[in-house]
């Protein structure tokens, strides 16, 4: 997602500004470059230091919360270890625990170094592509009666935020941490669902229904859901989703693991009970130590669940 997220910054961006990348993977980052140099000004950077040393606006989306502390924290490759801004705007994409966000975000704040905000994504790769991606951002929504600091923050953040996604979209949820507790909350449903699908869409063929009908039943009647029209597990069924296209890369299968624990987790400290979350996640472990799901799309937990050998 971030090398499309990327992409659209540096089309949307004046083509004089230039875009400072990084990314543990260097060969990304040369594609990146090979791929929009044509566009405007692209630097590959040697670290997080480097690259904040000459951005007042920093964009990171990163699979845990170890990497943001990595990120931010680190005192030789971090932001933190880049010269103080304290006008600096960070939008950490991520979804990681509301806990560590806040913590990270207080850290970079107090010493200066810019103003941190979780603005966790939603809409897989195809809507970062697309720049149409959904955002939930751990700040307060513009109001013309706040400081003349938080309106101007406000300002930017829906400024940058623009180039990546639909202003309809952007759902400016509170304080700190705020975003992620919403993203939770959605993956929760979404990580749950797809497995839920898989077995009802399998439910279904077994009993002799053809499966492009039986998604057009589920679509008109009370079982329709984002995840059944756009990532149906069933190969055939829905032509632009990852099962179509032999499990091409949207979400990791492993990462699901991540997803769900975050929710069982954030429901537990509340005292609710994610009785969905816990059943789910047994059955997501499994399908990622299995050969057939490992570094695919999550969709392809239909491999696993119907046992189907690859060749077949």
């Known amino acids: 997602m971030g090398f499309a997220m990327a992409g659209n910054i540096r089309k949307k961006i004046p083509?004089?500004?230039?875009?400072?990348?990084?990314d543990v993977h260097r060969p990304s980052c040369e594609r990146f470059d090979s791929e929009y140099e044509s566009i405007g000004p692209v630097v590959m950077t040697e670290s997080v230091k480097d690259l904040a040393t000459f951005s007042d606006v920093?964009?990171?989306?990163?699979?845990?919360?170890?990497?943001?502390r990595q990120v931010y924290l680190d005192k030789?490759?971090?932001?933190?270890?880049?010269?103080?801004?304290?006008?600096?705007?960070?939008?950490?994409?991520?979804?990681?625990?509301?806990?560590s966000t806040r913590d990270i975000g207080?850290?970079?704040r107090a010493c200066g170094h810019g103003h941190y905000v979780d603005a966790p994504v939603s809409g897989g790769v195809p809507a970062a592509e697309a720049g149409t991606l959904s955002f939930m951002i751990g700040s307060e929504r513009p109001s013309e009666t706040g400081s003349a600091e938080a309106i101007s923050i406000a300002a930017h953040i829906n400024e940058v935020l623009t180039m990546l996604g639909k202003p309809e979209k952007f759902f400016w949820c509170g304080g700190l941490g705020a975003g992620l507790a919403a993203k939770i909350s959605n993956n929760y449903i979404s990580c749950t669902f797809l497995l839920v699908i898989a077995e009802a869409m399998a439910m279904g063929i077994r009993n002799g229904i053809d499966p492009k009908l039986l998604q057009e039943?589920?679509?008109?009647s009370s079982g329709q859901s984002f995840m059944g029209d756009h990532v149906n597990p069933v190969p055939g069924v829905v032509a632009h989703a990852p099962s179509s296209n032999n499990w091409k890369l949207g979400f990791k299968?492993?990462?699901?693991i991540k997803d769900i624990g975050?929710?069982?987790?954030?429901?537990?400290q509340v005292g609710i009970t994610p009785s969905m979350a816990e059943a789910a996640i047994k059955v997501w472990k499994r399908a990622a130590e299995d050969p057939r799901c490992i570094d695919r799309d999550g969709s392809s937990i239909w491999l696993h669940i119907n046992d189907i050998k690859e060749d077949q």
């Open 15 to 22: 083509t004089t500004s230039t875009l400072f990348i990084y």
């Open 262 to 268: 975050l929710g069982i987790d954030a429901a537990k």
């Open 58 to 68: 920093v964009i990171s989306i990163v699979p845990t919360a170890d990497n943001v």
């Open 76 to 99: 030789q490759r971090g932001l933190s270890a880049a010269p103080r801004n304290p006008h600096r705007l960070i939008l950490e994409c991520s979804t990681i625990e509301s806990a």
């Open 253 to 256: 299968t492993q990462m699901m």
């Open 106 to 108: 207080n850290a970079l």
């Open 217 to 220: 039943v589920i679509h008109n």
